[in-house]
């Protein structure tokens, strides 16, 4: 009888493990529910924004500037070389996640700005980019000085 109880106590623990994790959202998911935010220096966001940003190259960045509000993000960047050294002018980019992973999106098609040659984050810049990318949160764009 003591043995039935013992076996009736842990399957109500695994039970209710069970019930638990199925019903708790995953890291994954809660991130991509997240409002806006600045994930922390080493952080594996951050890492996967980078790695999407970096591509096939061996470089590391200096970020300059980061936020994320869901599968959207706006970076700043210098690229470095093993030494530290900045080996391009670097800049910035809209990445977005996809499939998984984080991709740098093509703002090759926006209209020029004779105004914004370097495509800063003005409130018109914005607008544009929201037009070309519906559901674009502009809370990840740095405020206008």
Partial sequence: ???????????SIIMACAWSLSVAPSASARQR??????????SAERKAITDGLRGDQKVVFKIHYLKVHGDWAWIDVTPLDEKGKAVAEGGTSLMHREAGGWKAMDLSGLPED???????PTAKFVKQLQKKFPGLPADIFPRAR
């Fill in 1 to 11: 009888m003591k043995t039935l109880k013992v076996v009736a106590i842990n399957l």
């Fill in 33 to 42: 529910s997240a409002g806006v935010h600045i994930p922390p220096a080493g």
């Fill in 114 to 120: 004779q105004d914004n040659p370097m495509q800063e």
